[in-house]
């Protein structure tokens, strides 16, 4: 049942949850102190300590709910009244209620967890505050942890330590880049920390649960011994597990053993770096992921500091929601996922796997391979800090990485290896979102291939994935979308928007539609900020055949540079030219309706960026257009012969030339508006 909004507020309801009990020690915590802790932890603050947030308008803020799988934010904090709501899954509540539901607490436990945040010391009702008092589970081993990672850092600078030491050195890391990544050593005993932790008052059953020790036939036993170890922090920067190394020959367990499964560690949903690497992801809208602890040290040190990694298990879709919600990934031109993969054969297919996972993101995803096989760790060492960020700016887009892999299978010197080739990559080609795009990829693909018959290739593309599209109707036949009503793998791959399943046409939830949709709305609401150069589009900028409508409402009005400011006369204006018998009015569609829905659908920018954003809204639409137009000379250059027919061809291509750098400008307008 979802939570109301009072749901935190103490009451006569939560007067067992407001019990603080371990041991047969118990005491409710004060009702002065839950209100110091609730005024103490600004909801925004704590909120955003897990999603990015931006202004929604009207003292709310926006993001991707961490509640529920959503493509669009739904999720909005209100700081003025300390209150959250999610319009998606009708989660909501106060700051104690987001802690409690992001970390599955208890009541007393999200108190407690508060003020340990704030810096509050809480006093216990029914004998008063006993100091050392034993709290919740999840406080004791966060706290746990937090003296384990201490103990590891101060034996790192120890003798025993040389060989940990010397590991860091090699690869190029010095001693306070160790300290700022918390870097420590385990001592080659079996009961070091165990000793340590047990004499600051931690039992062995939390030791054991906590997965810092295991059970030995005398009591616990360290998990790690002789081992550099990193210690694994939740986004929130609290340390909940370790990652060590393996120093020692006479170790025979593995290069790498990571904090088992516990109450505060799941492996499937924890990055390495992502407390140190959040704040950049947000401002960037990048994320790079890398493979190992040392490689997130190289790349923030070189500065790239979006960096990180997963923790002993392969990256997949719950490390998907988390960066999911600090890029606030909702529109397809804003922001990069960038995988880093070693150029070997096992590395290519890691980035395919990657690709599954592509389908789960809306922004683009780049693959980062470095030809020699060196990681970015390996590559700072012998090149510097500029090759790694080299190797970052010189990302491939992913899908352009995945068919060229997939062709590497086949034979392309024969007729039956390359329509073999073809067959096999068209289920990619197929699934690519952008409409601009996925014709780019085909005319790639018809190169590539060396068919010289573009139209050959894409009405393959359309039979392979017609035939993956009917496998989706047929009863037992496996549906290709992604979440969040993504266009399926195997949907029709034409020059025009996705087409929906079980229909013709363009895709509205197709993201360059929406990007159509949302200059369109800027055009209704906010004629000034697109002005003449929105006007001189083409009809056929816009797929939607509702979009081109609007668009000849829009122009049957004036144009925007006739609407000025925009407001209530100009929407009248639009409104009259999709009555019957005007300009703008096109049988069957119900074009008032959709400019009243622009006129009052919230533009998806703050007031004090709609300049920019407008201008980034149409910069990307006008490349959208130019890529078509680039991905048209193309096909015509792939099929003139450059010796029998010069003229020709010199003309396209200087066509080419000047249409590729038409797209590049407006690629950095639309970035840097």
Known sequence: MSACPDEGRPGLSEAGTRLA??????????????????????????????????????????????????????????????????????????????????????FAEAVERLAQRAGIQLRYEQGGYV???????????????????????????????????????????????????????????????????????????????GGLAREGRRGPVDRFRGRLVWPIRDITGDVIGFGARKLLDSDDGPKYLNTPESPIYHKSSVLYGVDLAKREIARRSQAVIVEGYTDVMACHLAGVPTAVATCGTSFGEEHIKVLRRLLLDQAEFRGEVIFTFDGDSAGQKAALRAFQDEQKFVTQTFVAVQPDGLDPCDLRVKQGDAAVRDLIAGREPLFAFAVRSVLSRYDLDTNEGRLAALDAAAPIVASIKDPGLRKAYMVDLDRWLGFMDEGFVIRRVQQTAGR??????????????????????????????????????????????????????????????????????????????EHVALFGVVAAAGGTAA????????????????????????????????????????????????????????????????????????????????????????????????LEQQRRVLRERASGA
């Open 468 to 545: 993956a599209q009917e496998g989706a109707r047929t009863p037992g036949g496996r549906a290709q979308n992604g979440q969040g009503g993504r266009a399926a793998a195997g949907q029709q791959a034409g020059a025009g928007p996705a087409a929906r399943p079980g229909a013709a046409g363009p895709d509205p939830m197709d993201p360059a539609v929406r990007l159509e949709a949302e200059a369109l709305k800027l055009a209704v609401q906010r004629p000034a900020l697109l002005g003449p150069e929105f006007d001189a589009l083409e009809p056929d900028t816009f797929t939607l055949p």
């Open 131 to 209: 100091p050392g008092r034993e709290q919740g589970e999840r406080v004791r081993l966060i706290e746990a942890h937090r003296a384990a990672a201490e103990f590891y850092a101060e034996r790192l600078s120890g003798p025993e330590a040389g060989p940990g030491r010397r590991f860091l050195s090699e690869r190029g890391f010095e001693r306070a880049d160790a300290e700022h990544f918390g870097v420590g050593y385990a001592p080659n005993e079996w009961e070091a920390l165990s000793r340590h932790l047990m004499g600051r008052g931690f039992t062995s059953q939390e030791l054991i649960k």
């Open 21 to 106: 009990s371990v041991a047969g020690r118990s005491g409710r915590i004060s009702d002065e102190d839950i209100a110091l802790v609730r005024e103490r932890s600004p909801i925004a603050d704590v909120v955003g300590e897990h999603i990015q947030l931006r202004n929604a308008g009207g003292g709310n803020l926006k993001g991707l709910c961490p509640f529920h799988d959503e493509k669009s934010p739904s999720f909005n904090v209100t700081p003025a009244r300390g209150y959250y709501y999610c319009f998606g899954c009708a989660e909501g509540g106060d700051v104690i209620t987001f802690v409690r539901k992001i970390d599955n607490l208890t």
């Open 563 to 658: 609407g000025g400011p925009g407001g209530r006369e100009w929407v009248d204006r639009l409104l009259e030219q999709t009555e019957p018998g005007a300009a703008g009015a096109v049988p069957g569609l119900d074009l008032r309706s959709l400019v009243t829905r622009f006129a009052v659908e919230a533009v998806r920018a703050d007031v004090n960026v709609e300049e920019r954003y407008g201008a980034a809204v149409l910069a990307k639409i006008q490349e959208i257009s130019v890529g078509r137009a680039v991905a048209r000379v193309k096909s015509r250059l792939q099929r003139l012969n450059p010796v029998d027919e010069q003229q020709e061809y010199n003309r396209l291509f200087g066509e080419l030339v000047a």
